[in-house]
């Protein structure tokens, strides 16, 4: 079965950063997509970012573009968020998720493995 572990949430100050992880494993080859999703308090889910694994191929919400870079190691088959530049609004809980179908660019439509959150809250 694929599980994908996240951590690193935390408290930080505006301004601060944070580096998310993502651990994936149980995948059958070493060709997916897995990306980063958010839910803050009383909303909905949104994508954040994705990367394919085997070209390193990446994919951003327009918001998130210039604070967030995703990255991947895949000796690790770890997945890192770096969250720079942080506003009160980038809180939320943090989820990664995965699929071996998916393209990057379609990965907000639709993932078929997902990983418990971790917390990340960003004080004004």
């Known amino acids: 079965d694929v599980q994908l572990q996240a951590s690193g949430g935390g408290l930080v100050q505006a301004g601060g950063s944070l580096r998310l992880s993502c651990a994936a494993s149980?995948?059958?080859?070493?060709?997916?997509?897995i990306g980063w999703f958010r839910q803050a308090p009383g909303k909905g889910r949104e994508g954040v970012s994705c990367?394919?694994?085997?070209?390193?191929?990446?994919y951003y919400a327009d918001s998130m573009k210039g604070r967030f870079t995703i990255s991947s190691d895949n000796a690790k088959n770890t997945v890192y968020l770096q969250m720079n530049s942080l506003k009160p609004e980038d809180t939320g809980v943090y989820f990664c998720?995965?699929?071996?179908?998916?393209?990057?660019?379609?990965?907000?439509?639709?993932?078929?493995?997902w990983g418990k959150g971790t917390q990340v809250t960003v004080s004004s």
């Open positions: 149980g995948f059958t080859k070493d060709d997916y997509t």
């Open positions: 990367i394919r694994s085997s070209e390193g191929s990446t």
């Open positions: 998720a995965a699929d071996s179908w998916t393209p990057v660019n379609m990965c907000f439509h639709g993932m078929d493995h």
